[in-house]
C-alpha cells in the first residue's frame, strides 16, 4: 500500500522567515510523482509545486522550494520570505498509476 | 472559464437516504477524480474516470457510484447513506495523467449524514 506520512500536525514561522514541511512516502513503484497542495480556509486545493520522481533536480517556484531525497522517500517543502497569505493547510501527495495518495496535513501558521 | 462546479455546496442526509453529487468542468479535461477528505485528514480517492465511458475505483469506493457519459460531467451518487460518509467531497478534473499535468479542484460539498 502507499502511504504518506506527514510527521508536523503544525508549524509556526515568523513573517519574512523561512519554515520547512516534512513529508516521507512508502511505495514500491518506481515511477511516481510527487506534489505539495495549499487548502486554505477557504478549503480550495491549490498546487504548490510537482516533483517528477525521474528528476534529480529538486523543483522550485517562486519562494517555495523542495528538497526530493529518492532513496530516503523524503519530499520536504521549503517556504522563503514567508507571507501572512501562505498560512494554510499544507498536504502532501504521492501519485502512480491513475491514482492519489495524500497525506494528512500540516497546518501553518504566519505570525506577523 | 468557470473552472470545476460542484452541486450542492451543503447537504444533510438521513441514514439510508441517497443522492447524487454533481461535478462539472468546462475545460474539456479528460481525467476527473473524486475525493473525500474527511475531519483533520487528507484527501482519499473515490473514484475517478480516464475518459467518457471509462471509471474505475480508488481508494475508498465502497458506498459509492459513478459514471461519465459526457466529457464535462462526473456525478458522484452515495446509495443508503451511512453515517461514515460524513465528509467533504471535492470533485478535480485535468487534461492528462494526474501526475505530469494539473489537477484542478471544485470548491468542494460538505455532506453529512444523521
Known amino acids: 500500500a502507499q502511504t504518506v506520512t506527514q510527521s508536523q500536525p503544525e508549524m509556526s514561522v515568523q513573517e519574512a522567515e523561512t519554515v520547512t514541511l516534512s513529508c516521507t512516502y512508502d511505495t514500491s513503484e518506481s515511477d511516481y510523482y510527487l506534489f505539495w497542495y495549499k487548502q486554505p480556509p477557504s478549503r480550495q486545493m491549490i498546487l504548490v509545486i510537482r516533483?517528477?520522481?525521474?528528476?534529480?533536480q529538486n523543483a522550485t517556484e517562486n519562494r517555495f522550494s523542495v528538497n526530493f531525497q529518492k532513496a530516503a522517500k523524503s519530499f520536504s517543502l521549503k517556504i522563503s520570505d514567508s507571507q501572512l497569505g501562505d498560512a494554510a493547510m499544507y498536504f502532501c501527495?504521492?501519485?502512480?498509476?491513475?491514482?492519489?495518495?495524500f497525506g494528512t496535513g500540516t497546518s501553518l501558521t504566519v505570525i506577523p | 472559464n468557470a473552472g470545476v462546479t460542484q452541486t450542492p455546496k451543503f447537504r444533510i442526509l438521513k441514514i439510508g437516504q441517497s443522492m447524487t453529487l454533481q461535478c462539472t468542468q468546462d475545460?474539456?479535461?479528460?481525467?476527473m477524480y473524486w475525493y473525500r477528505q474527511d475531519p483533520g485528514m487528507g484527501l482519499k480517492l473515490i473514484y475517478y474516470?480516464?475518459?467518457?465511458?471509462?471509471?474505475d475505483k480508488g481508494e475508498v469506493p465502497n458506498g459509492y457510484n459513478v459514471s461519465r457519459s459526457t466529457t464535462e460531467d462526473f456525478p458522484l451518487r452515495l446509495e443508503l447513506a451511512a453515517p461514515s460518509q460524513t465528509s467533504v467531497y471535492f470533485c478535480a478534473s485535468s487534461y492528462s495523467k494526474g501526475g505530469t499535468d494539473t489537477q484542478y479542484f471544485g470548491p468542494g460539498t460538505r455532506l453529512t449524514v444523521l
Open positions: 475545460m474539456n479535461h479528460n481525467y
Open positions: 474516470s480516464v475518459g467518457a465511458g471509462i471509471t
Open positions: 516533483q517528477e520522481a525521474y528528476k534529480q
Open positions: 501527495a504521492y501519485y502512480t498509476g491513475n491514482q492519489f495518495y
